[in-house]
């Protein structure tokens, strides 16, 4: 059996057939600025996936930046963006209900299929139906990604045991069904849905756009009518957790009486082991009169 801490990446899949169950169906170009250099971003990597789920930090700029964090992070800035853009499009890639068809032949145990469906099959929705989310408007139009770090389990190796060829491998990893609907989506701690939906127009007009935005990634929003829609992200690169932000405590000055700015001054004799530089001992409370004789 394989080490389990050893995962291969998602496989570069080639037909539009495969669009569904790989982090690396696409390859993405970025720059720093307008008239720059257009880089190419290395492929998702399920250990730089892993990794970007615990990490909170704004990009540089620089590709060849190090991720300061708290854990280590195996890669530079361009893998760090790599997997951001991996986990924004496994859980922002959207289409309206019956754009794609699932042609899997689960009886088969075959493999999991998702195409456009056949001509004259999908009549298009208006912008007030593309709003109705409890009536399953929007599907995902991807796999989400497993605590792998990939869109498909990795099968380490392990085989059953002779006594027991029916058991299941105990860390089976399972996806959401394919083409779920947005409706059911888990906001994690936020006290709102996953997704929001408005009307883009005047409300009654039928050619009114319905803009679907993301409650969970802020700038993730998908604007469709009709047969037309389109899936756009622009914003940090960061989820919404639903808590404030609150940073780590500093840690106490060090006291350096070789330096000169460290010295304490003659009026100030705070306490030493409190280690503050500028405060003074309390005064003494007043002594009470004594009571004069009878």
């Not at 190796?157 to 959401?176: C, F, I, V």
Request: charged share 20%.
């Amino acid at each position: 059996e394989q080490n389990p801490s050893i995962v291969p990446p998602d496989p570069v899949r080639a037909e539009f057939a495969d669009f569904m169950t790989s982090t690396n169906d696409f390859v993405y170009y970025v720059c720093s600025g307008p008239g720059q250099a257009w880089s190419r971003l290395p492929d998702a990597q399920p250990s730089t996936v892993r990794a970007s789920r615990g990490i909170r930090r704004l990009f540089t700029g620089d590709l060849t930046a190090k991720v300061a964090s708290k854990g280590p992070f195996p890669g530079k800035e361009a893998d760090f963006l790599r997997a951001q853009i991996a986990r924004i499009t496994a859980e922002c890639r959207l289409a309206p209900r019956g754009h794609l068809a699932d042609i899997t032949d689960y009886e088969g145990g075959g493999e999991l299929q998702v195409q456009q469906s056949e001509e004259g099959t999908f009549y298009g929705m208006t912008g007030q139906e593309l709003c109705e989310l409890h009536k399953s408007a929007w599907v995902h139009a991807t796999l989400d990604i497993l605590p792998q770090g990939r869109s498909m389990y990795y099968n380490y190796g392990w085989t059953p045991p002779d006594d027991k060829p029916e058991a299941k491998d105990p860390r089976l990893e399972k996806n959401r069904p394919a083409l779920a609907s947005i409706h059911r989506d888990n906001a994690g701690m936020l006290a709102c849905p996953a997704w929001s939906a408005s009307l883009c127009g005047v409300r009654d007009s039928p050619f009114s756009s319905a803009v679907i935005r993301s409650n969970v990634w802020p700038g993730a929003c998908t604007v469709g009518w009709g047969y037309t829609f389109c899936n756009f992200y622009v914003g940090w690169a960061q989820p919404q957790t639903g808590t404030m932000f609150a940073p780590s405590l500093s840690w106490q000055s060090p006291v350096e009486p070789d330096q000169k700015e460290f010295e304490r001054n003659e009026k100030c004799k705070g306490r030493v082991d409190s280690g503050d530089f500028n405060l003074e001992p309390l005064p003494p409370p007043p002594e009470e009169a004594a009571d004069p004789p009878a």
